[in-house]
């Protein structure tokens, strides 16, 4: 009885020191709930119902140990993964074109998340998609300001705050038309039909594993625990598998609500075979679900676009100080990032074109993030205790050629599609 009560006490007494550690993972895994994310699920759903469950599980583990590895880098060095790599590159040409590419993946990955809390504001109000996206970014503006003014914590319970939005509305959108389960978990057995499953199988584990990301959660780490002491990183390590897990966790389960909503309630808007946009899913669920839910749709799309896009902007803050060492004030990024999301807006540019061409340019992006990545992590001289195993170093290889080569193919099949 003494000693299960004192094995109780242990477990409440690890909990209390893990908890404060929780949320630069529930910060960094809004990436995987982006506006690309709900295109890519609920489209996936409506077209193949639930044949393409297997992918969302397979990319959300494959994500978890890439998020994972750029948080113990942060925790391991105090110093974030463009830290260490603006340190390695010695030429400064090369860091500013190391610094290019990656800036304009961060960009790129904030039109689709612009995009999406434009659109969404459209919905909600009606206004034009200009105004919606100038709006976004400066609510975005606005949050990743408490980073810097308020505190870290400030920033951290305001993106989970929005993670949470996102996943009442798609979990309400489940609950008001439940799926056929027995079915549901037929969808993990891996297979496709057809190009077209290819396609969307490739643009579900795009949407996942973003550059950002994986840059943004090493800072994330690093800002946390700042002046952490050593004797007390094994603790932090286990606050960090938590937070990873919990993060990963959450969207996993939200990314596949998306794909199970639109199996069940958007395969009438996909019988001519075409492809729906943001707008066309929010009719659809208006028509099946009624006006309430597919309103908790919209909202759930503009916390999505307001939580990614901050994040990006952080990102790109991050990057740019980690590479070229140089800061500037945020409102002056924030005006720099959002203009070409809002020039393409202004022009009437196609929001389906412009998500897939943001995927295009992440697809580049994405091996010269995670390639030094795992080059750091492995390293014993960079990580001391905290260097990689040799089946984690196997196991993210493994996970980075499977990333590279299926966004490799996602670029050949748009090409080849015209």
């Known amino acids: 009885m003494g000693s299960r009560y004192r094995s109780r006490v242990e477990r409440v007494k690890s909990a209390q020191r893990v908890s404060p550690l929780i949320g630069p993972a529930l910060v960094a895994g809004v990436a995987y709930l982006d506006p690309g994310n709900v295109a890519s699920n609920m489209t996936a759903g409506a077209k193949f119902g639930f044949l393409l469950v297997w992918v969302v599980i397979a990319a959300n583990a494959i994500a978890w140990l890439v998020q994972y590895l ?10 974030s993964l463009t830290e260490h790599i603006g340190a390695r590159i010695q030429s400064r040409p ?47 503006l606005a949050i990743l300001t408490m980073h810097n003014r308020v505190s870290i914590r400030a920033f951290e319970r305001t993106i989970i705050s929005l993670l ?20 549901v978990i037929t969808g993990v057995l891996p297979r496709f ?14 949407a996942t594993v973003m550059p950002h990301a994986i840059y943004a959660h090493s800072a994330l780490v690093r800002d946390r625990f700042a002046g952490f002491a050593a004797v007390d990183r094994p603790s932090a ?21 998306m794909l199970i909503v639109g199996a069940v309630n958007l395969g009438p808007l996909v019988a001519d075979g075409s492809t729906p946009d943001l707008a066309a899913i929010y009719s659809a669920l208006t028509a099946s679900l009624g006006t309430i839910i597919a309103t908790l749709f919209a909202l759930s799309l503009l916390a999505s676009g307001l939580a990614s896009s901050s994040v990006a902007s952080y990102a790109g803050a991050d990057i740019m ?5 140089v800061s500037i004030p945020l409102w002056v990024r924030r005006t720099v990032t959002l203009v070409p999301a809002l020039v393409l807006l202004a022009v009437g540019a196609n929001p389906v074109w412009m ?11 994405i091996p010269l993030a995670l390639v030094p990545l795992i080059r750091f992590t492995s390293n014993t001289s960079t990580m001391g205790e905290l260097t990689n195993s040799r089946l984690t170093t196997i196991g993210a290889v493994v996970a980075a050629t499977l990333l590279i080569a299926l966004n490799a193919w996602l670029v050949v099949l748009l090409v080849a599609g015209g």
């Open 355 to 365: 998500l897939v061409l943001s995927q295009v340019v992440l697809s580049f992006a």
């Open 193 to 206: 039909d057809g190009t077209d499953s290819v396609l969307l199988a490739a643009s579900i584990v795009g």
């Open 237 to 257: 390590l286990r606050a960090t598998r938590v937070d990873v897990s919990l993060a990963l966790g959450t969207a996993g389960v939200i990314n596949l609500v």
């Open 70 to 79: 750029s948080a113990k880098l942060g925790l391991a060095t105090g110093r």
């Open 94 to 140: 090369a860091r500013i074109l190391f610094w290019f590419q990656a800036e304009v993946a961060a960009m790129a990955t904030d039109i689709a998340e612009i995009i999406g809390g434009a659109i969404a504001l459209n919905l909600l109000f009606g206004l034009p998609l200009f105004v919606g996206g100038a709006i976004t970014g400066g609510v975005s």
């Open 164 to 183: 949470a939005i996102i996943a009442v509305g798609f979990v309400v959108a489940l609950a008001v038309n439940t799926p056929d389960w027995p079915r």
């Open 321 to 325: 100080h980690g590479l070229i060492r």
